[in-house]
């Protein structure tokens, strides 16, 4: 059973950033693909970044698209959100999660998406 565990939320002015990060167990990570989701007070789940398993595809919606970068590195099981220009509407618990299979060559849909972190909270005052 892999875990998965975020780091790096808090409080932030609108226009600032943050960097969260999520470090995976297992031996498994370079195959998978890796996503963020995030979910605010009273709303769905949102899918909002995805990275293959190579690194080579991303994926976002527009909502954070030009704002929100996600790498990963393998060499230490980890992925990473870059978020720049922050909004109060980010404000959300967010989390990563990790593709049920190997491989997949581009992650763009929620559905790939089966293992899940415990979350890491985002604040991002007006």
């Known amino acids: 059973q892999v875990q998965l565990v975020e780091s790096g939320g808090g409080l932030v002015q609108a226009g600032g950033s943050l960097r969260l990060s999520c470090a995976a167990s297992?031996?498994?990570?370079?195959?998978?693909?890796m996503g963020w989701f995030r979910q605010a007070p009273g709303k769905e789940r949102e899918f909002i970044a995805a990275?293959?398993?190579?690194?080579?595809?991303?994926y976002y919606p527009d909502s954070v698209k030009g704002r929100f970068t996600i790498s990963r590195d393998n060499a230490k099981n980890t992925v990473y959100l870059q978020m720049n220009s922050l909004k109060p509407e980010d404000t959300a618990v967010y989390y990563c999660?990790?593709?049920?299979?190997?491989?997949?060559?581009?992650?763009?849909?929620?559905?790939?998406?089966?293992?899940w972190g415990q979350g890491t909270q985002v604040t991002v005052s007006s």
């Open positions: 999660a990790m593709s049920t299979s190997y491989y997949t060559a581009y992650p763009n849909s929620p559905g790939l998406f089966g293992s």
């Open positions: 297992g031996r498994t990570f370079s195959l998978h693909a």
């Open positions: 990275i293959n398993w190579s690194g080579s595809s991303t």
